[in-house]
Structure formats: C-alpha cells, structure tokens
C-alpha cells in the first residue's frame, strides 16, 4: 500500500468509514445467519473489508478479471443482484449517500465523499465484483 492510500485510509477510518464497513459485516453475518443468503454474505463481507480500506484497491467485475463469465457476473448474477438490491442494497446505498453528502460538505472531505458514492453504487449491486489492488 503506498504511503498516499495509507493515509487516506487512516483518515477514511478516523471521519466515519468504519461505521460503514461495520454496517457491510452486520449484513453479511444476517444473511449468513440465514444459510439462503450465504451467497450475498460472501459479497458483503468482501465488501466490508473494501469499505473499511477503500483507498488503494477498486471494485471489478469478476469478469474483466478472469476473462470469463461465472455464476456471480452471468443471469443468476443479476438475479442475485435484484433480490440483494430489495433486501439489502438500498439501505446501505442510503448510508453511504448520507455520508457522501455530509462528507462534501468541506473540502477536506470531498475525496471521501466522492469515496462513499463509489461504494453507494456497489452497495446496489456487488455480486459478481472483485477488489483488486491499484497504484495511485
């Protein structure tokens, strides 16, 4: 991790991120509990982890990464998504959109806020992503 990701991830977590990566984990252990959900837990919790060190990594499709469709990134994909999005998705959407907006507010929060939509729109429809590592 560079020192620049480091450091936005510290404060990512200090001004509010953590509360929002608990809120994925609250997820992903509700719909484990379920046993029917352990395929959207898998996501939330892969999620949780992106939401708690956003910066420095970014949410693929599973696709563009192996060259190949699977389950997650085919029709039952968007059939997971659809029930995710009823669920689960929006009211995780909502958090993240809140804080995106609180966190525009200053300046200072305007990279994390512009952070909080990109996982907004995640939050509508994670199956089928991957995190992987980038250099900024």
Excluded: C
């Amino acid at each position: 991790m560079s020192p620049v990701s480091l450091l936005l991830n510290v404060l990512w977590i200090v001004l509010g991120g953590a509360q929002m990566a608990l809120a994925w984990l609250v997820a992903a252990v509700i719909m484990a509990i379920t046993i029917i959900g352990l395929p959207w837990a898998r996501a939330a919790f892969n999620i949780a982890i992106y939401t708690f060190l956003p910066f420095g990594t970014a949410a693929v499709s599973r696709a563009a990464v192996t060259g190949r469709e699977d389950s997650g990134t085919g029709p039952l994909g968007v059939i997971g998504n659809v029930i995710w999005l009823v669920l689960a998705g929006w009211w995780l959407a909502l958090g993240h959109l809140i804080a995106a907006v609180l966190m525009a507010i200053t300046i200072i929060g305007i990279p994390f806020a512009w952070a909080h939509l990109k996982l907004a729109g995640i939050a509508l429809w994670p199956i089928g992503k991957t995190i992987v590592p980038i250099d900024i």
